[in-house]
């Protein structure tokens, strides 16, 4: 792809979805194209810049592969007492019929049912809520309706919460359905001129670590928006860096520690009673960063269960954050493998040999995989390569992988 095409795409992204590439970072969206090549065949960038300019379809797997939608159960904590203390006073009030709170962005739907679970939590039964969730990602859109989560997902909240609300299936923690019923996800960009939910009034909107990779622009476009949207007296959380893209406008920060909360500068806000953070209720957040074998684990989980998809969107998930992994790129061999595509899992395991060139296992299944395809060139020199790489490991009294 030459620079200006590179270019031109980068603003074809900042118009689709208003994401400031300086904040993602350029080589993010280099190794989304490399990845769409690779899943579509296409050898040629140019080609694959062509195919963006004629379909929206691609664009939006595109912005699938650009958008980061790391999230996780009770991300933050703190913000989901001070949603409790706003319902319990809501209810008090006897204000309105109905509770309106908005997800924005969702992502795979990890925060609009934490937020479900809170209120459940506080008293507030299904009908007094309703959620609605939007993301542009059709991907993660697909992974919140779905409502089936690995360990990783529950990295900010206690066990307690994973028994009560989630069973446990060979395909990871699937939700309860009545944690589902009262959120309606819809995909849309939160810039479009025709959100589909402009007409609506929240009296609580979620709005965390988005603008965070948005242009100054784009930034203030969504805190006008979220006026709009916000009740008079309502509360908007944002993700602890944002706070200050408020600045200039309408909305002040609201009284509660760690909540990263603001609210419009005329509403009556009272300051929070300690005994509003009730930490029986939300436990303090297990250690932020993952174990990176049980994120594997969580891979294993899935590919053993069948859910040979899942696997490898998570596999492609891991790489994105924690940069190239031989284990990563080896368990996508095995699932490729028992997906019957043998050239796939041939490039992925020629990953690892490329990675760690003395793992056995991944040269083996070289081996056999050009076996099966016929190849019995190549199914010879990998199959002497292990040969070899196994007896220099045996001299060195090294014969377990
Ligand atoms: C890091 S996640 C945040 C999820 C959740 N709010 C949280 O804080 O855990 C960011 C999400 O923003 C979505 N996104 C990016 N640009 C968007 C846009 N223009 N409109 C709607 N969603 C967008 C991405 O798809 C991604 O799922």
Redesign the pocket.
Known sequence: MTESSHNSLEDKLRRA???DLQTVGHNSLRNAVARRMRVLDIKERRQYYELTDGSAAELNELIDEV??????FF?DNTPFLVLQRYARNWLKRGRGSCLKIL?????SG??PYSIAIALLEAGVNGPLFKIDA????YR?LRLARRGIYGRNSFRGCDNFFQRKYFQKTKAGYVIAKYIKHPVNFLR????DASLPILNNRYDII?C???LI?LDKDNQKLVVSILDNLLVDEGLIFT?HAEPGAFADSVFIPAPYPKAFALTRRSAAVSKPDPADYNWQVFPPPLPVQPLLSTELDVVRDLADAGQHEEAMECCEQYIRRHGLDKEAYLLMGMILTDMDEPRLAIRMLKKVVYLDPNLVRAIDMLALLYKGLGDDNNYRVFKQRAGRVAARKQSAGKVSE
């Open positions: 979805m208003g994401i958008a980061v939608n790391e999230t996780w991300r997800s924005m962005p969702c992502a990890e925060e939007i993301d542009i990602s993660a849309a960009n939160i810039l979620f965390r670590n988005l990779y993700g």
